[in-house]
Each structure stands twice: as C-alpha cells, then as structure tokens.
C-alpha cells in the first residue's frame, strides 16, 4: 500500500461544476430570470459544458465558461474504444490535481452499463488488483462520481447506445470507504438524471459497518460483495481487510442486509486457476452462502492476471464446471464475461497503463465489473 497524494478533492481549485448545490448554481445565475437555473441544471445533467448550452445568451455561456466553479472535475488523458465497438474505457484526469480516474461504458443488447470509480486509488491492497498494488492518492467528491455517470451516459447517447440504464461501482477504489460520497452522488444522480437507485450497483471487498449501513439506508441499490475465497486463511492472503473483518463478521452483516432488505447480494468470485477453483472450493462457497439461501448469488469470472499477481485466470472449461458445481449444491452462479479484457479492463482489476506524475503506474478497477443484471 503505498500513498501518493492525501489531499481532498479539488483542494486546490474549489468545487467542480458537479460539486455545486442548487443554492451555489443560483448563485452563480444571481441577475438572471429565475428560469435560467432549470435551463442549466438540465444542460449540466445531459452532459453539457456551458459553451454547449445554446438556450443561453452567448454573454452568459461565456461568462459561465470563466467561472472557476464551472470547470470540469476531469478531462480525458486517454480513451480506448475495444470489443468491436461495444466497450470504452477512459482514462480521466483531476482538473485539480493529478489524480486519476477510470471509467468504462459497456454495450449489451438490451442496456448499456457504466462502471465508475469512487475513489482514485485504493487503499485495500488486494493482491490480484491492479489498483490495490497502485495504492490510494484521494477520496472522489461526490461530483467527481457524478460528473463521470454524466460523461458516460452522454457518450452512451452520442454513440447512439441508447440510454445508460446500469452503473456499478467496480471501478477504482472501495465504495464503502467512500461511503457519504457515493450514496451522495447515486441520490443525485436519481434525482438529476432520472436514473433508478436499482440501477446502481455498491460493491464492496468487505467493509462490515458500509454493509450495516446501506441495509439502513432508503436506497433501492444492489450490493455486490468482492467475496473470492471462502475460508479466512485464503482470503486474508488475497484481501488483507479480511483480518479486520472476518468471514463470521462479513456473513453476519450479509444476514443482516438480506433480512431487513430482502435484496438479493450478489458475490464476485474471481476464479484462480488452482487457487479457488477446485470442487472443494465450490462446496466451501455453498456451505458459506447457505444461510443466506435464495438471497446469494455469484458472479464468476476468471482472473484477469496482474503485473503484480501472476496467477493464471481458470480456462472455461474449470469455470463452467466450477458453475455446475455450485448449481448442484443449490447455490445460483452466472458465468460473466470478460468484458473490457481488451481495453485492460477487464472485471477484477482494469490496468490503465498510464504513467503517474510519481511514476507508479496507473492501474484500473477493482472489482468484478459484472453487474447483477448480468452487465
Ligand atoms: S479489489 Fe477493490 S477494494 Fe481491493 S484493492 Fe482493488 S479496488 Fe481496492
């Protein structure tokens, strides 16, 4: 785990346009007829910067354009558009400092998902991460998670996709240690951009109290939780926050959320070859999940191997058969796709392969990007 930066979003310019509340952007409009405020809440929701927002007098997108606060929280260091078309990642960088973020857009026939970062870095250390042998640079405000749900839904809209209908949070960074940001942010994004909380996805490698308190709040989101391994030794070997948090305590509060929610929680489970692949495995996952009944699901994938974790992937045919297993003991699995492979993006750890200012090098997301809805 190795820190870069520790300093808070946009501390050394202020809020981004994203940041801003509706008193702020009043604020901004002060002078103007009281209608102005909704033209450019609408305008920022659909992704437009203020050059872009033609229903204003040119006098007022100019001076909007040159108010700091207006100012993007990113722009695009890199794009790379892969699987004939149908997936993009972005490399995003801080306008206030040299954090980087990284999104990626993924086409399905019937949505279009957007996998999003909460935090630029991590702390967690997964082994297998790309992101987690970067180690953390900053917390992401609240609109630096909204500002990149709106880029990629516009780029869903310009590319012709459609409408963006799913957002995991798979991206960098754990969720849950970032927790007031992102349910900030998802609430916004509910409310500004009309999107459903059920299409937002929280995961999680096991942060216990976030657990605890998303199962209280009103917020219709899925849980997904980076699960992986199904005893302690193996797992704390590969996630090292399951020391602080047990396998006894990350069930006990999984039993929690399904009963007061009755939500489904999905488990990623990415698949190493000879690791966690075998029959033994599955019938230690099954027995781990029992409790939890109709209520678990997995998501298997296989590894996507690291600079820093060179364990191979499970070939197909141990994954389908590790699938058959959990199935005859009762247990619901989906076999995702590796989407994003290509663009270094693939679920588990996307490796972004851009240099830092300190030299480290940029990897991607952490979890699997394999959203309940089968994203
Ligand atoms: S898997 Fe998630 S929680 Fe773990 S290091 Fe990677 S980004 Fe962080």
């Known amino acids: 785990m190795r820190p870069l930066t520790r300093e808070e979003p946009g501390a050394r310019q202020g809020p981004s346009r ?7 952007l009043a604020a901004l409009l002060e002078g103007e007829p009281s209608y102005r405020l909704e033209q450019v809440r609408r305008a920022l929701a659909a992704g437009l910067s203020p050059e872009e927002i033609t229903v204003l007098p040119k006098c007022l997108r100019q001076r909007l354009a040159e108010t700091p606060a207006m ?9 790379s558009p892969t699987e004939r078309g149908a997936t993009v990642k972005w490399l995003l960088k801080a306008t206030s400092d040299r954090a980087r973020v990284e999104v990626v857009l993924m086409r399905y026939p019937a949505r279009v998902t957007a996998c999003v970062s909460s935090q630029a870095g991590c702390a967690m250390a997964c082994s297998f991460c790309a992101t987690g042998q970067m180690g953390f ?18 780029a869903a ?23 007031g940001s992102v349910v900030s942010a998802v609430h916004r994004a509910h409310d ?22 998303l199962a209280a709040e009103p917020l219709q989101v899925n849980l997904a939780v980076s699960l992986h391994a199904a005893n302690d030794d193996l797992r704390s070997s590969i996630v090292p926050i399951n020391r602080r948090y047990p396998l006894f305590r990350l069930m006990a509060a999984c039993l929690e959320y399904a009963e007061r929610t009755r939500r489904r929680i999905f488990f990623e489970w990415a698949l190493i070859a000879g690791t966690n692949d ?34 191979r992937g499970s070939d197909r045919e141990t994954v389908r058969a590790f699938r058959d297993r959990l199935a005859s003991l009762g247990l619901n699995a989906t076999i995702r796709d590796t989407r994003g ?21 940029l990897a991607g997301a952490a979890q699997l990007a394999a959203s309940p809805k089968g994203a």
């Not at 640079?137 to 516009?154: D, K, N, P, T, Y």
């Not at 409790?291 to 060179?310: K, R, S």
């Not at 492979?341 to 090098?361: F, K």
């Open 341 to 361: 492979r290509s663009v270094g993006g693939a679920c588990g750890q996307l490796a972004g392969g851009a240099q830092l200012a300190g030299g480290a090098q």
């Open 18 to 24: 994203y940041d801003l509340s509706g008193d702020e």
């Open 157 to 179: 809209r310009d590319k012709g996709w459609g409408r963006l209908s799913n957002v995991v949070f798979m991206g960098m960074g754990e969720p849950m240690a970032n927790y």
């Open 192 to 213: 500004d951009l009309s999107l459903a909380a059920r299409a937002f996805t929280i995961s999680t490698v096991g942060i216990v109290p976030g657990i605890r308190r």
């Open 71 to 79: 100012r993007p929280a990113f722009v695009v260091a890199t794009e």
């Open 278 to 311: 075998r029959g033994e495995d599955a019938a230690e996952l099954a027995r781990l999940l029992a409790p939890l009944g109709g209520l678990a699901h997995v998501n298997l994938i296989p590894l996507n191997p690291t600079p820093g974790f060179l364990a």
């Open 137 to 154: 640079c900053r917390q992401l405000s609240s609109g630096e998670i909204l500002e990149q749900v709106v880029r990629a839904a516009r």
